[in-house]
């Protein structure tokens, strides 16, 4: 089993200062809708830049930007991942067991549910990811205890689909238990997603252990 482990501030800033200037992309990678502690939206820097999270915000199906601030990540390194939680911080660290680096929105209101959305959007209001599902209509698989990380052939804005697997204990994410029975992978690099940085190899090895 994968597990995350702590890094140096100053690798960090050596990443952001490294980063080749790029386009900035954020996507939704990781989403569980109900969990037994808390449900969490995995998001994720895929691009080869920082990425300033100042007047982004996060909503559901209504559409609306600015229903939830993402001002508080501030600055996302690339291959860096942060989450969006309806629980606090502290509860969600403790029960997953995640080091105080990863970055974590918490006290989201705007819950999900089995037929919902997942919209992000940009400092000007633009919006820049979408992932559309509803469980009861084959369009996605059912993600209550167990996440469903987003294939990186399928992101964009997207529609979920039933072929998406469930996480399980070992997958190719590294998923884990949490300590409520919970599975998933949230904070961890999307590995399958192919998410090769160049010059980030040796910071992508410190920020997991085996």
């Not at 996507?27 to 449900?39: A, C, D, P, V």
């Not at 979408?130 to 205890?145: E, F, K, S, V, W």
């Not at 399980?168 to 690099?189: A, C, H, K, L």
């Amino acid at each position: 089993m994968k597990k995350l482990t702590g890094m140096g501030t100053g690798l960090v800033l050596a990443a952001v200062l490294a980063a080749p200037a790029q386009a900035a992309i954020i996507e939704i990678t990781e989403w569980m809708y109900n969990g037994y502690g808390s449900e969490f939206i995995e998001f994720t820097n895929v691009s080869g830049a920082p990425v300033d999270l100042t007047g982004w915000s996060f909503d559901d199906n209504s559409r609306t930007p600015g229903s939830f601030s993402l001002s508080s990540i501030g600055i996302l390194a690339p291959g860096e991942s942060f989450l969006v939680i309806e629980g606090t911080a502290a509860d969600f660290r403790t029960d997953w067991g995640l080091p105080a680096w990863v970055k974590i929105a918490d006290g989201n209101t705007h819950n999900l549910g089995r037929n919902d959305e997942i919209n992000i959007y940009d400092n000007l209001n633009q919006l820049v990811d979408r992932l559309t599902y509803n469980d009861q209509a084959n369009q996605g698989p059912r993600t209550q205890y167990k996440s469903c990380n987003i294939p990186a052939a399928d992101y964009g804005l997207t529609t979920a689909s039933s072929a998406w697997p469930l996480a399980f204990v070992g997958d190719s994410y590294g998923s884990w238990q949490s300590s409520r029975g919970d599975i998933g992978s949230p904070g961890q690099i999307p590995e399958p997603a192919g998410l090769v940085l160049a010059g980030l190899g040796s910071l992508m090895l410190l920020r997991r252990r085996r």
